[in-house]
Structure formats: C-alpha cells, structure tokens
C-alpha cells in the first residue's frame, strides 16, 4: 500500500514507518517544514492536502497531536491539546472529499482516556465515554476521524493506551526515581495502569490496516493491565532498584492538577478487538515487556 502518515516522525509514528517500510508499503510522512525526499510531504494544516496528492494514497494514518504530559494542563494548553487533534483529523478528512481516487482505510489515533474512570471494572471497546477532559477531547477527535464515513472509508480509531520503550513516552519519567533509588507507587498503587510495549502498538496498527475486517474503535493496550503498585514492583526488580517509595497523591495532584487526577485514577482496559481479531501479542506481560526493553 501507498500509505500517508502525519506524526510519522514521533515516538509511535517513526518506527512504526520503519516497520510498515519492511512490511513492503511505500509510506510518506508529513512535516511542517520544506520537505526533501520523495517520503516527506510538506503539509501545514488546516491547508488541505491538494487534491492530486492525496489521491495516490491507498491508506492514512493520522498519529499527530499536542503531548498531553508532562506539564500541567493550563486553560491555553488544554486548547492546544484539543484543537491540535481536531485541526488536523478534520483536514486530512476534508482533503479525503476533494480527492479523486480515495483511500481505502483511515486509521486515526485515540486514546484510552476516551473512557474517563472506571475503578476496578473491566473496560473493553462498548465502554461508553467518560466525562472528564481527556474523554471530552477523545470524543470530539474520533467524530472528527468518523466523517470519513460518510465517504465509504473503513475508519480504524486506535485508543492507545500507556506505550513503553525507553526513548520516550511516559516510561522515562517513571524510570527515573527508581534509578535514584527513591521509586515507588503513585497515591495508593490501587489505581490500574493499562500499559503496551511500543512493538506492539506498531504491530496492532500494522495488523488493523492490513485487515479489512476490523473498523471503529481498537483498544491499544496489553491484556494484562497491572495496578501502579504492581508495575511499580516490576520496574523496580527489573532495575534492581527497591520500589518501596511511594508518591503521596496530594503532592501528585499539586504538582499536575488535572493531569495528577488521571494519573492517580487509571482503567483496566483489555484489547478485546485485536483478540478477536486474532492478533498475538508480542508482550502480554508487564515483567517481560520491561526486560525487552532493559535487554535483560
């Protein structure tokens, strides 16, 4: 497949167009700056992609957006967030109108914030939306991907969860308390933590575009989420660090204001799409996954 990707330089969006590359697609990448390379394209959004570009694409996969972590999330930066998010999916689907020839498949990214709370209740793929920001900003950015619809477009929304690898994301920031040896769990370690090696957020995406079956939304989570206390223990034996320290909530919550509330509440999510779908896991246990990564 002829295959866009926007945030294809980023943490998710550059290995997994290595990784699509070796599975023998063509894939171009969109930047802001003046591209050079056939696999760049140069594209500055809420600007459509001209018409006889987006035309030769058999397949889109919309990866970018503001960070939502580290910082706390001020009025401004919560605008950010959302209209990042929405600008951009809402681009890519109004170029998708103007194209001659469509793509078959658009895969846009989400997140497992897109169910808010849910205490120890299991959540899988039917659990309705939460109400709190980031599930406000989920669902506005899904229906923005979902317009593709109306085109006759199978849309794939992949609500990712937790994504570890050492060079990025949130595991960085986790690790590093424990290799000053003052790592431990965040509030009461009861909150549960719906993690995903990044291998496998590559594969499920790899498998959801190469499979016409699948569409609407996909949980990017291992099935063997793990409360904060249990990863916390994990981390800490793979780093041969004690993990006994743990993070009072309320410095959490005055640190991070409405980010430290996410962070001390957490989701049990299972991928129940991709299992039925019969994707494998390369990584279903969190043990594993943090020694793949530590290479031990």
Same mark, same amino acid.
């Given at each position: 497949?002829n295959?866009l990707?926007?945030?294809?330089?980023? +943490?998710?969006? =550059?290995?997994?167009?290595?990784g699509?590359?070796?599975?023998?697609?063509?894939?171009?990448?969109?930047?802001?700056?003046?591209?050079?390379?056939?696999?760049?394209?140069?594209?500055n959004?809420?600007?459509l992609i001209?018409r006889?570009?987006?035309?030769? $694409?058999?397949?889109?996969?919309?990866l970018?957006? #503001?960070?939502?972590?580290p @910082?706390?999330? /001020?009025?401004?930066?919560? #605008?950010r967030?959302?209209?990042?998010?929405i600008?951009? %999916?809402?681009?890519l689907v109004d170029?998708?109108? &103007?194209?001659?020839?469509?793509?078959?498949?658009?895969?846009?990214?989400?997140?497992i914030?897109?169910y808010?709370?849910?205490?120890?209740?299991?959540?899988? #793929?039917?659990?309705?939306?939460?109400?709190? *920001?980031?599930?406000?900003?989920?669902?506005?950015?899904?229906?923005?991907?979902?317009k593709?619809?109306?085109?006759?477009?199978?849309?794939?929304t992949?609500?990712?969860?937790?994504? !570890? #690898?050492?060079d990025?994301?949130?595991?960085?920031?986790?690790?590093?308390? +424990?290799? !000053? *040896?003052?790592?431990?769990?965040?509030?009461?370690g009861?909150?549960?933590?719906?993690?995903?090696?990044r291998?496998?957020? &590559?594969?499920? &995406? %790899? *498998?959801?575009?190469?499979?016409?079956?699948? /569409?609407g939304?996909?949980? !990017?989570?291992?099935?063997?989420?793990v409360?904060?206390?249990?990863?916390?223990?994990?981390?800490?034996?793979?780093?041969?660090?004690?993990?006994?320290? =743990?993070?009072?909530?309320?410095?959490? @919550?005055l640190?991070?204001?409405?980010?430290?509330?996410?962070?001390?509440?957490?989701?049990?999510?299972?991928?129940?799409?991709? !299992?039925?779908?019969? $994707?494998?896991?390369? $990584? /279903?246990?969190?043990?594993?996954?943090?020694?793949?990564?530590?290479h @031990?």
């Amino acid at each position: 497949m002829n295959i866009l990707i926007t945030g294809g330089t980023g +943490f998710i969006g =550059a290995p997994l167009t290595r990784g699509l590359h070796s599975n023998g697609h063509s894939v171009t990448v969109t930047t802001r700056r003046q591209a050079g390379g056939k696999d760049k394209l140069t594209w500055n959004p809420p600007d459509l992609i001209p018409r006889d570009i987006i035309s030769t $694409y058999d397949a889109i996969i919309n990866l970018a957006g #503001e960070p939502i972590a580290p @910082q706390r999330w /001020s009025k401004e930066r919560k #605008e950010r967030i959302l209209s990042s998010r929405i600008n951009i %999916t809402r681009a890519l689907v109004d170029s998708i109108k &103007i194209a001659n020839a469509r793509p078959k498949v658009f895969v846009s990214a989400s997140a497992i914030g897109y169910y808010g709370s849910h205490g120890d209740e299991y959540v899988t #793929e039917d659990t309705p939306a939460g109400e709190d *920001f980031l599930a406000h900003v989920c669902t506005q950015w899904e229906a923005e991907a979902y317009k593709a619809l109306d085109m006759g477009i199978r849309v794939v929304t992949v609500r990712i969860g937790g994504v !570890l #690898e050492a060079d990025g994301g949130a595991l960085p920031h986790m690790a590093l308390p +424990f290799k !000053l *040896f003052v790592g431990g769990p965040i509030g009461s370690g009861r909150q549960w933590f719906s993690w995903i090696h990044r291998d496998d957020i &590559i594969g499920i &995406i %790899t *498998f959801a575009l190469e499979n016409e079956s699948i /569409s609407g939304p996909m949980n !990017l989570t291992a099935p063997g989420p793990v409360t904060n206390k249990e990863f916390s223990r994990a981390l800490g034996k793979v780093l041969h660090r004690p993990s006994f320290v =743990a993070v009072p909530g309320f410095v959490v @919550q005055l640190t991070l204001g409405e980010l430290g509330a996410v962070l001390l509440t957490g989701q049990r999510v299972l991928p129940e799409k991709a !299992l039925k779908a019969g $994707y494998k896991f390369k $990584y /279903s246990d969190v043990s594993e996954a943090l020694r793949a990564i530590y290479h @031990q």
